[in-house]
């Protein structure tokens, strides 16, 4: 099933979190072809500095999918990750998670990431594109 | 007087896309490094033009470079490579990174010779490594600019 978005004052809202700007304006080039709204995008490091505050990120832009890009260093990064992924601010809402080296990145965290490797390819952003559309199918079921 | 003798002794230069990697590679240089001082810009930055890459070179003089290619590969090679040709470039050193080198050859279909970088300690001893080599090639290329 190919999602839809619903013709609404609200389209659906996604933000990234990345550490790369060449990445976020492949991304959010491709979520504006498909009409998915993306609001914002914020650096990995601010947030992991406390330079933005996560919770107050999420509760501003209420997005319906965060899209995670894990960089290195992979072990510290991912388990920043889990606990941003664990936080109550992120029930109800779906998840996409990126990185540029998945071998690698699953090797370090020890089990499946379920990450998508993107090195800039189109096949790349087709997969995120799958992957976010999957997402936000999701949590409108769940709504 | 030679482009090689105008380099600024020690001083590293990073361009790189994310602020981990900067801030991995900046403890790296002031806890185990042999002197060397950092410079950083994004490299999207320079892609975008908001840092003039000549300008940035002729005002630092830095006497080894660090370059990072990040997705999209190809595109960001591309660029790597015009400004590893630029003439400001003569005389120093060298060093590139990657987070995935085997993806980045497959894309640009050759050797990049880029270390991976995954925030490892052993990346960073190769990026160390890397460093001390670099600099003192660039060190024999100033002698030999003083004395030749």
């Known amino acids: 099933m190919e999602f839809q978005p619903r013709i609404s004052r609200f389209p659906p809202v996604v933000v990234l979190i990345n550490a790369n700007d060449d990445t976020v304006e492949m991304v959010k080039r491709m979520l504006d072809v498909k009409g998915i709204c993306c609001l914002t995008s914020c650096h ?100 | 007087m030679s482009e090689s003798m105008k380099t600024t002794k020690g001083l590293v230069a990073l361009f790189n896309a994310s602020d981990d990697t900067i801030e991995m590679v900046y403890r790296l240089l002031t806890k185990q490094g042999d002197g060397q001082s950092l410079i950083w810009c994004h490299f999207a930055d320079l892609k975008r033009g908001i840092v003039v890459f000549e300008k940035y070179m002729e005002k630092h003089n830095p006497e080894l470079v660090i370059f990072d290619i990040s997705p999209p590969y190809d ?23 990657t987070t995935n080198k085997l993806r980045l050859d497959e894309i640009i279909g050759e050797d990049s010779n880029a270390l991976e970088i995954v925030g490892l300690k052993t990346d960073l001893d190769l990026i160390q490594a890397a460093i001390g080599r670099e600099t003192a090639v660039a060190e024999g290329a100033r002698r030999v600019g003083q004395h030749g």
């Open chain 1, 44 to 143: 990995f490091a601010d947030v992991k500095k406390g330079i933005i505050n996560f919770s107050d990120f999420l509760a501003k832009h209420n997005p319906a999918v965060v899209i995670f890009d894990i960089s290195p260093p992979y072990r510290e990064n991912w388990r920043f990750f889990e606990t941003m992924r664990d936080s109550l601010e992120m029930k109800s809402r779906g998840i996409v998670l990126t990185t540029t080296n998945k071998k690698r990145l699953d090797e370090i965290v020890g089990n499946n990431s379920d990450a998508i490797e993107i090195v800039g390819k189109p096949y790349d952003l087709q997969e995120i594109s799958d992957a976010i559309e999957n997402a936000l199918l999701k949590v409108e079921a769940s709504s």
């Open chain 2, 75 to 97: 595109e960001n090679w591309t660029f790597f490579k015009t400004m590893r040709s630029n003439k400001v470039m003569k005389g120093r050193g060298t060093v590139l990174t």
